[in-house]
C-alpha cells in the first residue's frame, strides 16, 4: 500500500523537497505554473532556470510581494473564457433547439391546411379562391 500512495504523490513531494533544497533560507521559492496561477496577486523575481535533481532545469521565482490591491471602479463583467468546442457545441444545441420549433410549427401548418380542405398539390393549375391557403 505505501508504493502506491507514494506513486501518487511522489513527484509533487519530490519537486517540492528538491525546491526548498534549492531555495533561499526565508524566501518563497515557486515554479512558473505557481506564478502562472497567482501572478495577477503577487509580484515574482525570476531565478532563471535552477537544475533540479531529478527534474531538470526548470524555471524558478521568488515570491517578493503581493500586490497592492486597487478597488476597480465598475469593472466590465467578464464571462469566463470558453474553449471553441464548448462554443460550437453550445451553437449547435442553439441550432437543433430552433430546427425543432420550426418542424413542429410547419406540422401545426400542414394540419390546419389539411383541416381546412385546401389542396395543396403543385401538379394541379388550378387556383384557389382563398389565396391565403396557397403555398406556391
Known sequence: IFSAFFSIWGEAVNLASRMESTGIPGKIHCTKAIVDLVGSDFEFESRGPVDVKSVGKIETFILTQRKRLVPAR????????????????????????????????????????????????????SSSSDDRFNLT
Open 74 to 125: 465598475s469593472a466590465p463583467v467578464r464571462r469566463p473564457r470558453q474553449r471553441r468546442s464548448s462554443l460550437l457545441a453550445e451553437s449547435l444545441k442553439t441550432l437543433k433547439s430552433s430546427r425543432k420549433i420550426l418542424e413542429e410549427k410547419i406540422v401545426d401548418l400542414q394540419n390546419r391546411i389539411s383541416d381546412s380542405g385546401v389542396d395543396t398539390d403543385d401538379s394541379d393549375s
